[in-house]
Structure formats: structure tokens, C-alpha cells
């Protein structure tokens, strides 16, 4: 039995929200907290719309979204917390301050993680009296419908915490992968980010507009991607040689490509063109739509992979 039952969910915005109803999904006892105004009834709202989800994918026995509690004073939630989940603004003063907080008011045995998208945590944890025991547990969005999660400790965080935590996520469902070196943007983004700087180059290029390349991503390799992360992909791209063929005789012609990808300049045209070329292919579809539609198909394909599997 996972040893960790008691979670506190530190920010109830999209990431912390998606957190705690993936959690309580989990079977565990989620205590939120966010001193913004009407957070709780928003916190609220988004588990019970997503709840359907949640359970589309499979809930733990004894698994409610009665398992929440809310406070709007963080030491509070923390208090006899097992493992924190923060997902507070990304502001490096705030970030440090709020560690510090969290840490002196959290049991000394909690680990503290950290949603952040983009700060290391030898910074965030600097004000902290226990930093061995914080690390960057960031997801991808939206976390109770994507398995991923990116570990990576800072400079005063302890390996236990580390094994610990991938130990956690792993028991709660996830996929944890641990980041050896701290990265702005850890790993996961500067893929994306890599993929996308070549989008624009040739939306800028006029290759091709926004809703093709989507297509050229989403209909072609995102399928793939969806199944196979690239390298294991080109193992099979490689025939009977497997991946030693495809290093042999294709990956040349395939680096050969690498000084030709652009560097855009992102200008108000372009990025004007994409805005327009986005509401274009959303075809008066709201945010909320969209986002039904993607995570109907995400499960969808989280349901086959895991009947695969088994």
C-alpha cells in the first residue's frame, strides 16, 4: 500500500486543479488551497466536470471528489501533509518565499514538489530549511488525463527525495521520467519548442498554413508519437537492421537536414497570422470544446495503449 495518502494541492488554477482531481481519483485525501477569490467553487466545478474523465480512466476503491478539502491559508493545507503538489505563479521571488513557507510549515517527512514549467529547483529551493527534501515534479497538461511527469532535483535535493518521487508518481499512475541535469523548461517543452520553431519557419516561409502544418504534425508523426517516442520508432524505420541500419544509412541523410531548420523572427505579422490561422481551424469551436475533443481522444487512446500493454 503507497504509504503516501495525504496530498496538498498548493494553486487550484488549471494545473493545480487537474492535480488534485487526479489524485482523489487516486483514492487519497487532497486538502487544496489558493487565496484568489472564488477558488474553491472553481476548484469544485472543474473536478466534478472532469470527474467523468477521471473515472473513464480508471478510479481507486474509495476514490471521491469528498475527499477534498479546501482551506485558504496554505500551512494549513500542508500541515500533516504527506507530499505537496505546488503549482503557484511562475515568479521566482513569489516561488522562493512561498518554498520557504511551505517548507517550515509542512512535516519534516513531506516531500515538497513543484509544478513549475520553467524554474530549476536550486533556485526555488534556496530559501528553504529542509531543500533536500523539494524537487520539480512538473506535468503535462492537463495532469489527470497525461501520464508524464518530469523529476528533477535541485542542487541541495536529496536522492531519496528523488526516488521517493518517482516512486509516488509511478504508484498514483503516472509515467515519471527523472532529468539528470536541471533545464530551463526541463525536457518535454524544449521538445515541443524545437518542433514548433520549425512550424512557424515555414508558416513564415508560406510552406504551408497554420491548419497543414497542424495536419503535417498531428495526422503524421504525432500519430506515431502517440505510440513510440522517435528513437524506438526509428528502430523500426530501420527494417530487419533495426536501429544500427537506420544509424548506417539513414540517419545521415536525416542530419543532413539539421542546419537547414529556420530561426523565425517572431513579429506581430507572424504572429498575427498564426492567431488568425488558429481561430480559422478551431471553426467557432470554444476553448471548451476543444478541449473535450482532445481529451475524449487522449483517453481514447490512453484506454488502447493500456489494453496493449496488458
Request: net charge negative; with cysteine; glycine share 10%.
Amino acid at each position: 500500500m503507497n504509504p503516501i495518502q495525504r496530498i496538498a494541492i498548493v494553486g487550484t488554477g488549471t494545473i493545480g486543479a487537474s492535480w488534485a482531481t487526479h489524485y482523489l481519483a487516486r483514492g487519497l485525501d487532497v486538502a487544496a488551497t489558493d487565496p484568489a477569490p472564488g477558488a474553491e467553487a472553481a476548484l469544485r466545478t472543474y473536478i466534478d466536470a472532469a470527474w467523468e474523465t477521471a473515472t473513464a480512466l480508471g478510479v481507486a476503491d474509495g476514490a471521491s471528489p469528498d475527499r477534498l478539502s479546501f482551506t485558504a491559508e496554505a500551512r494549513d493545507a500542508v500541515g500533516d501533509a504527506d507530499f505537496v503538489q505546488e503549482n503557484a505563479p511562475e515568479r521566482i521571488d513569489f516561488k522562493v518565499k512561498l518554498f520557504a513557507d511551505l517548507d517550515a510549515a509542512a512535516p519534516p517527512e513531506a516531500i515538497i514538489a513543484s509544478s513549475s514549467s520553467g524554474l530549476t529547483m536550486s533556485v526555488i529551493q534556496t530559501g528553504c530549511r529542509r531543500p533536500e527534501r523539494t524537487v520539480i515534479g512538473h506535468p503535462f497538461n492537463p495532469p489527470h488525463v497525461i501520464p508524464l511527469v518530469e523529476v528533477v532535483g535541485g542542487a541541495k535535493t536529496a536522492p531519496e527525495t528523488i526516488a521517493a518521487a518517482m516512486d509516488f508518481y509511478a504508484a498514483v499512475g503516472k509515467k515519471p521520467i527523472h532529468l539528470r541535469k536541471e533545464l530551463p523548461g526541463h525536457v518535454a517543452n524544449r521538445l515541443q519548442a524545437a518542433l514548433y520553431r520549425e512550424v512557424v519557419h515555414l508558416i513564415a516561409e508560406d510552406v504551408l498554413d497554420v491548419g497543414a502544418a497542424d495536419d503535417a504534425v498531428s495526422w503524421g508523426p504525432g500519430l506515431r508519437w502517440g505510440v513510440m517516442g522517435p528513437s524506438l520508432l526509428w528502430h523500426l524505420g530501420g527494417g530487419e537492421g533495426g536501429i544500427q541500419h537506420f544509424m548506417d544509412h539513414l540517419m545521415g541523410p536525416l542530419a543532413a537536414m539539421w542546419p537547414d531548420l529556420g530561426q523565425p523572427q517572431l513579429t506581430p505579422e507572424l504572429e498575427q497570422a498564426i492567431v488568425d490561422g488558429v481561430l480559422s481551424e478551431a471553426g467557432g469551436r470554444s476553448i471548451d470544446e476543444l478541449a473535450a475533443e482532445r481529451d475524449s481522444m487522449l483517453l481514447a487512446l490512453q484506454q488502447m495503449r493500456a489494453g496493449v500493454a496488458a
